[in-house]
C-alpha cells in the first residue's frame, strides 16, 4: 500500500512540474514566436532559419523561468545551463527539421511550428528533467 501511495506523489510531482514547464515554455513561446513571425515577415530569413533563432531566445526565457519556477531547488549552475542549452539545441533541431520538412510539403510555416512546438515540449521537459536540472543527491521525479 505505501508503494502505490508514493508512486501517486511521485506522478504528482511530475505531472505537476509539466504544468510549471508548460507554462514557462508558454512564455517562452511567446517569445519565440515573436521572433519567428518578425523575422519571416519583414523577409530577413527563411522560415526555418528564423524558427532556429527562435528557439534560442526563446531558450534563453526558458533557462530562466524553469531555474526559479519548475525546478526550483536544484540550482541554476553553469553546469545545469550548459546542459540545459544541449537540450534546447536538440529541440531546436527537431523544431528546424519539422518546420523545414513542413514547410516543403506544402504547410504554412506557422502550423509546422506549433506541432514542431508540441512534439519538443515533450522531448526537452524529460531530458531537462532526468539531466539537465538533475542533481545526483535529488531523486529525478
Known amino acids: 500500500?505505501?508503494?502505490?501511495s508514493e508512486r501517486g506523489v511521485v506522478e504528482f510531482v511530475v505531472a505537476d512540474r509539466f504544468l510549471r514547464y508548460a507554462a514557462v515554455g508558454a512564455v517562452a513561446t511567446a517569445a519565440?514566436?515573436?521572433i519567428l513571425v518578425g523575422?519571416?515577415?519583414a523577409g530577413w530569413l527563411a522560415p526555418a532559419r528564423a524558427a532556429a533563432v527562435g528557439a534560442w531566445v526563446g531558450a534563453q526565457v526558458a533557462f530562466a523561468g524553469n531555474a526559479a519556477f519548475t525546478f526550483r531547488g536544484s540550482g541554476a549552475s553553469v553546469g545545469a545551463w550548459l546542459r540545459f542549452h544541449i537540450t534546447a539545441l536538440a529541440g531546436a533541431a527537431?523544431?528546424?527539421?519539422i518546420v523545414f520538412v513542413g514547410t516543403r510539403i506544402g504547410v504554412h510555416y506557422l502550423i509546422a511550428q506549433v506541432v514542431a512546438t508540441l512534439v519538443s515540449l515533450g522531448v526537452t521537459f524529460e531530458i531537462n528533467r532526468r539531466w539537465s536540472f538533475a542533481s545526483p543527491t535529488r531523486d529525478r521525479s
Open 32 to 34: 519565440h514566436y515573436a
Open 94 to 97: 527537431i523544431s528546424y527539421s
Open 39 to 41: 523575422l519571416v515577415e
Open 1 to 4: 500500500m505505501e508503494m502505490r
